[in-house]
């Protein structure tokens, strides 16, 4: 059998990959004919192809690679831990160092009295401990008609049944028959595509109080928790008007119900602090948290949990872990990872630095004559696309269709820049320069300019 390398051809990588591996969102049948893009390496913030292509990862991988790519001292962590324990679980009355000093590190830099971990090996399976955890809680508590967890359209929370259940997305509750018993959706506070006449602060209002009528209709004593992302990041980079975060916390605050941030893209300094609940002043009861924690090194998520919770759950056998649960190289990596993190200060750098920089410049691109709106959070930021810019207006075509378009050109002057229906967002390794800054904004205006003529030969402008 040929032993397969970074160094056959690109067209015979690509007839492999479609010949035995299934891709994730993907048309397989669409990949095959194109041939997947083969990557071979990487370093600092810039992707290396098969045909020796210079790619800057305008998205970090997925959201996830925060101090860039080719951190050796993550590499020597992760060899040292296969020698001394590759494995080893912390079921059954037992423990590990790796897992006791992330813990640790995690209490120490998690706000409030968010103190305990429990570890999966993703944020999707991190979601579904929360859905098992939050439900054992009130049932611990004497309250077992607390299941309903609420949570709002659009959001992405992961692809396990539990997780994507939780998530909003429709394309995705269409297979395989969710959601799951007990999962109700509120709108998205998406004031681009859905504020009709109302002013932002308005709309930002109406749809934090869709969460009170929620906590009413189906009654406070059958609702366990609320879950979002502080900035929803999937769903297209949706940062919501400046009264909707506040008025969430009041109304968790009001009513006997838990308060679930997903920061498994939020968190780990991508919005400019540790965490993206410090961002929009929630005081969540559980973090979900994954990608940043090892910048995508190792598989590793989890949740971290408040003082209170841990101690109800802790007076019962929680049964429920995964065997990766823990994982001593992910634990020993995200450890290192959130050392080097402190030791070269990025949160810093995306508060005070790169951010404000990148900021300046993305902001910019409403002056673009296809960008209606230009929002960014820290280090993720979307653009809306429209032919309209005052009347918001979407183009004649199916949703998705121009972003596509610009999508191609992002991918053919070597930029990675994604495109969630009609917005393009981005998400680069938090170590970015502001040079390469430059370089990132100077390939997304080039592939809006291509993107916009290509809208305007297929009729669509
Ligand atoms: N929550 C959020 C907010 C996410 O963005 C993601 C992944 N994109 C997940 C959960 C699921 O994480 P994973 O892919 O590691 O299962």
Redesign the pocket.
């Known amino acids: 059998m040929t032993v397969i390398t970074n160094h056959m051809p690109t067209a015979e990588l690509q007839a492999l990959d479609a010949a035995h591996h299934m891709h994730p969102f993907s048309t397989q049948d669409d990949l095959a004919k194109q041939g997947a893009r083969v990557i071979t390496r990487a370093d600092g913030v810039w992707i290396q192809d098969s045909e020796g292509n210079k790619i800057i990862d305008g998205m970090a991988g997925?959201?996830c690679v925060n101090v860039g790519y080719g951190r050796d001292r993550l590499a020597d962590v992760a060899a040292r831990q296969m020698k001394e324990l590759p494995y080893y679980n912390t079921f059954f009355m037992t423990t590990h160092v790796p897992a006791i000093a992330l813990s640790q590190k995690l209490a120490e830099l998690a706000p409030g009295d968010l103190n305990h971990v429990f570890y999966a090996g993703?944020?999707?399976?991190?979601?579904d401990t929360n859905i098992r955890m939050v439900r054992t809680y009130w049932a611990e508590k004497g309250k077992p008609s607390k299941k309903v967890i609420i949570s709002r359209k659009n959001?992405?929370?992961?692809?396990?049944v539990g997780?994507a259940s939780l998530g909003g997305m429709t394309g995705m509750h269409a297979q395989g028959g969710l959601p799951i018993a007990d999962i109700h959706h509120i709108d998205q506070p998406n004031y681009w595509a859905e504020g009709g006449d109302q002013s932002p602060e308005e709309f930002g209002l109406e749809r934090a109080r869709q969460l009170e009528q929620a906590i009413n209709d189906i009654g406070e004593d059958n609702v366990a928790a609320f879950i979002a992302?502080p900035v929803q990041?999937?769903g297209g980079v949706i940062v919501p008007p400046e009264t909707y975060w506040p008025e969430i916390q009041r109304i968790c605050d009001k009513y006997e119900i838990l308060l679930i941030a997903?920061e498994?893209?939020?968190g780990f300094g991508r919005t400019g602090n540790w965490f993206g609940s410090e961002t929009v002043g929630w005081r969540p009861d559980i973090m979900?948290i994954?990608?940043g924690l090892s910048s995508g090194y190792a598989?590793i998520?989890g949740s971290i949990v408040s003082d209170e919770v841990a101690e109800v759950i802790g007076g019962c056998e929680f049964n429920h872990g995964y065997t990766y649960s823990s994982h001593p190289v992910a634990a020993a990596v995200a450890l290192e990872n959130l050392n080097i993190m402190q030791e070269e200060n990025i949160v810093g750098h995306v508060q005070n630095e790169v951010g404000p920089y990148l900021k300046e410049k993305w902001e910019a691109l409403i002056d673009h004559p296809m960008v209606g709106e230009a929002n960014i959070v820290g280090m993720m930021g979307s653009i809306a696309l429209t032919p309209h810019k005052e009347s918001r207006a979407a183009f004649a075509a199916d949703a998705g269709t121009v972003g596509y378009m610009c999508r191609e050109r992002c991918f053919a002057n070597n930029l990675v820049m994604r495109h969630v229906g009609d917005r393009m967002i981005i998400s680069p390794p938090l170590v970015m320069t502001k040079g390469e800054v430059d370089v990132l904004m100077e390939r997304a205006v080039k592939s809006l300019d291509e993107g916009m003529a290509a809208a305007k030969d297929a009729g669509l402008w």
């Open positions: 997925l959201w993703s944020g999707s399976e991190a979601n959001a992405y929370h992961g692809s396990s997780s992302e990041g999937a997903d498994v893209i939020c979900t994954a990608k598989p998520g």
